[in-house]
């Protein structure tokens, strides 16, 4: 279909919606919120986008809103090519970047007219500015708020304790101290209400050495 547009720019045009649609296909691990199907790596990125604009905005951060919005589209681009990773259960977790920077790779071959597209997504990755590290921490957030809303549907199904949760997902928000303060106060609602959010395990038990660093923790205990 593309190629039998004449004209550059609506050449153009096309070209940049079917990156979107791309986008689209691509099926997250994750249930859409009340429907029984997978969540969509555009939706995801539409609900980070409009979380951190408002953020932003409501927090009266000193970001570029510019750089933040567009950090919140491109984030996940490149699993046009590599596809989402399970990072619970999926095998191929371990050359997950490799299978990224391939697709980064391929997505400058296809666009070598949009630099800047490229440049965000290697900032993104690399936590280079204030704002990058402020999205990665809300795609964490964003992801687990949507489970929840859910019913940790996501959770259950994939059989992903709460601590197994923790463990994995908190060091990830870290990296900006605003988003992890807001995470917190997201963990000690869901562990208040571990036995709905969550399935029941006999492997579910505390997998840090103290829980001190965890201000949403009472006192490291067995779950």
Known sequence: MIDR?????????FRITLLAIRLQRV????????EDRAEGDAEHSYQLALLAWFLVK?????YSLERVICYSLVHDLPEVHAGDTDVYHNGRLGDKHEREARACELLKSEFPDFPEMHKLILEY???QTEEACFVKALDKLVA???????DGRSWHVRQTTFWKMVETQRPKVACHQ????????????????????F???TNNTFPFANGDHLPFVVRPRER
Do not use: C, T, W
Not at 5 to 13: F, G, N, Y
Not at 144 to 150: E, F, K, N, R
Not at 178 to 197: C, I, Q, R
């Open 5 to 13: 547009v004449q004209d550059k720019r609506l050449k153009d045009v």
């Open 199 to 201: 399935p029941r395990s």
């Open 58 to 62: 409501k927090m009266r951060l000193r």
């Open 144 to 150: 687990a708020v949507g489970i929840a809303i859910d």
């Open 125 to 127: 990755e690399s936590g």
């Open 178 to 197: 605003g988003v992890l303060k807001m995470y917190d106060k997201l963990l000690a609602f869901l562990e208040k209400n571990k036995s709905h959010f």
């Open 27 to 34: 099926k997250r691990v994750l249930f859409a919120p009340h």
